[in-house]
């Protein structure tokens, strides 16, 4: 292979880095990849941390020590929340969502590879997720959601299921009570899809009363695992005493009027 | 903002256009956010062309013209098909994935972000994606690798239920018959969900007789739209005439002793 040039270096560090957000590569990584010097790599490293910070494009954090390395840590400001949050309702706030009964039609915004990107970007600054295990949703809206936050913290997913499948092995099921319908559903997981004394975030689409989120949190404990924390893409404003505490929404639903094609959603005031 | 310097200008370059896989970037837009001159930014793109070669990261394309700018294709040269996807049959193979009736438990696999990504990357190589409009799947499992492709090409993600829900609209549902169990079943999809006379492609986990691959066909006859390709992560080796053709596998499962704790999956020979 071409030796590359300090110029080239930098673009491929970066791209190797920002492809595979926290996962730490070692400096000996690059040495070998790029036939140069500890010294020379640090040095590329250096600008690219630069560029990061100056353009607020993520951070890049090194880590001396054996295990040491550098990785890229994806984090998005108060004001780049704003934008990205405020672009998505104004996408979703579009009349002809409305659906009989007052749902809205999310399909494409909550499938676009390049939106939830952004949104998986913007749940990653919010928590702290540096004892992590696991991402953990249910199907199926919510796994594309999910799985870019899994993918920006590093983290495996594990999606509940519905019901069990003979691909899943022995399962763990438990029944709870849709918040809203209060209608009796399932829900079940592999037992070997998460390690005992485990900590995880639940990530979801969608919470009207909590129902799904309080089943989930019920299936955690049937795992002896902690629920770290909760965020839900959009949070109704009513009722206001969800089943579960502690959830951070991006997005705020306030109100669908059906007749007048009127919705009125925004960014979670806290986050922007 | 601070201006940055020529190493840091390519930096943020490099992760802006990975970031957006096949998304047009015009050079307005680099020398509006870098207040720097187009010739500097062209000077800029050429190295990232050029680190993306020398290294096998991909490739970088301009666009000269009005609609013209750079943007950046994910590419999988043979060589690096073979590593990710021997690297894939490794954890695939192992004996304790073999679950009552010979089914592969590979949730682990087929939900982590990394691995995924990866596959999605290797997908993206092996179609010619350039008038495609949408990526297909069926829920549950081929979500997240049909999301990955779906990323990696910059196009919208359609799942079809198997159930028609109320956030979907109206929906066309239709039944097809399991190839490999004869049980019939059902899937619907949102009328909004495709355009008519769309083209798509088709991502899904598994195939073994192919019934759910022709179902997802069937379902685009409804909406006018013509299937370009179809792409599994696993096919398994008999029945070898399947319910569909012209389906590329990325893996090929040839035999699982269940007695045994035997697996024998390898890549497509036709891939690497």
Redesign the interface.
């Known amino acids: 292979?071409?030796k590359?040039?300090?110029?080239?270096?930098?673009?491929?560090?970066?791209?190797?880095l920002?492809?595979?957000p926290n996962?730490i590569f070692t400096l000996n990584y690059f040495t070998e990849?790029f036939f140069a010097a500890k010294s020379t790599i640090s040095e590329d490293i250096m600008?690219?941390k630069?560029?990061?910070e100056?353009?607020r494009?993520?951070k890049i954090q090194t880590i001396s020590g054996a295990a040491g390395g550098v990785k890229y840590i994806p984090f998005v400001t108060e004001e780049q929340n704003k934008e990205i949050l405020e672009n998505i309702c104004c996408y979703l706030s579009q009349g002809e969502r409305i659906?009989?009964?007052g749902?809205?039609?999310?399909?494409?915004v909550i499938?676009?590879?390049?939106k939830i990107?952004q949104l998986g970007e913007v749940f990653t600054s919010q928590f702290d997720y540096r004892e992590v295990d696991y991402i953990i949703t249910v199907?199926?809206?919510g796994?594309?959601l999910a799985?870019m936050v899994?993918?920006a913290m590093?983290?495996?997913?594990?999606?509940l299921?519905r019901d069990s499948k003979?691909?899943?092995?022995s399962t763990v099921s438990i029944n709870y009570v849709s918040g809203s319908t209060g209608k009796i559903q399932k829900m079940s997981l592999?037992r070997?899809?998460i390690k005992p004394n485990s900590k995880v975030i639940i990530i979801d689409d969608f919470m009207k009363a909590g129902g799904t989120a309080k089943g989930m949190v019920d299936m955690m404990k049937e795992f002896d695992t902690q629920v770290e924390a909760i965020g839900v893409l959009i949070g109704t404003k009513e009722p206001q005493e969800k089943l579960v505490k502690d959830y951070i929404p991006l997005l705020i639903l306030e109100e669908v009027k059906e007749k007048e094609g009127f919705i009125n959603i925004y960014p979670n005031p806290e986050l922007v």
Chains 1, 2 share one sequence.
């Not at 499938?111 to 390049?114: K, V």
């Open positions: 292979m071409e590359l040039k300090r110029n080239e270096r930098i673009a491929a560090i970066m791209k190797i920002g492809d595979q996962k990849r600008v690219v630069q560029s990061m100056k353009m494009l993520g659906l009989p009964g749902f809205l039609y999310m399909a494409d499938y676009s590879p390049q990107h199907e199926t809206k796994i594309p799985l899994a993918k590093n983290l495996p997913l594990v999606i299921r003979v691909t899943e092995g592999s070997r899809a």
